[in-house]
T-cell receptor, first 111, second 113 residues
């Protein structure tokens, strides 16, 4: 069974902390994505990567960075967490023209 | 502006009843439309995909329709079960050769016994 695995289901961090969200996929997909999901809003794209060491900004990249050192791993970094970054974060991978496979999500609370 | 709007925002039905969820989009150029099911606390899972030339596609008790002229899609759930309680998200891909996809905000379905 193919999988996208996010390292944490729930996280609570303090304002100003540096936060790492990890995502690993086992499908050998080239493309990986980070979305955030907030009530009443559709998923919003933060960053995506179409190859190792490649990254592209999505619609809401401010306050975030990413790292893709290996094909299977895509990390989202909150350089200095703020309360408005409290959200559900979803990682996904896909091949072009195919659907997304999503992880189970990480619910991050910044206090 | 590319947008995907879903209705209703939430819906409560009794187990065994049918329901229909709506998705209107203003995405151009259109590539395909997918419906995803998202259980509480989980990531979305694909139910169906429809391209421009398809107007009906089924996946078990789920049937999606697409009217590319009016830019509307619906997801019909037959004989609902308690396990159908979830959010249903309409996702439209833009045909630009890349990864541009627009997500609807979802319809939250509650199936009651």
């Amino acid at each position: 069974d193919v999988k996208v695995t996010q390292s944490s289901r729930y996280l609570v961090k303090r304002t100003g902390e540096k936060v790492f969200l990890e995502c690993v996929q086992d499908m050998d997909h080239e493309n990986m994505f980070w979305y955030r999901q907030d009530p009443g809003l559709g998923l919003r794209l933060i960053y995506f990567s179409y190859d190792v060491k490649m990254k592209e900004k999505g619609d809401i990249p401010e306050g975030y960075s990413v790292s893709r050192e290996k094909k299977e791993r895509f990390s989202l970094i909150l350089e200095s967490a703020s309360t408005n970054q409290t959200s559900m974060y979803l990682c996904a991978s896909r091949r072009l023209n195919y659907g997304y496979t999503f992880g189970s999500g990480t619910r991050l609370t910044v206090v | 502006k590319n947008q995907v709007e879903q209705s209703p925002q939430s819906l409560i039905i009794l187990e065994g009843k049918n329901c229909t969820l709506q998705c209107n989009y203003t995405v151009s150029p259109f590539s395909n439309l997918r419906w995803y099911k998202q259980d509480t606390g989980r990531g979305p899972v694909s139910l169906t995909i429809m391209t421009f030339s398809e107007n009906t596609k089924s996946n078990g008790r789920y049937t999606a329709t697409l009217d590319a002229d009016t830019k509307q899609s619906s997801l019909h759930i037959t004989a609902s079960q308690l396990s159908d309680s979830a959010s249903y998200i309409c996702v439209v891909s833009v045909n630009t050769g890349g990864f541009k996809t627009i997500f609807g905000a979802g319809t939250r379905l509650f199936v009651k016994a």
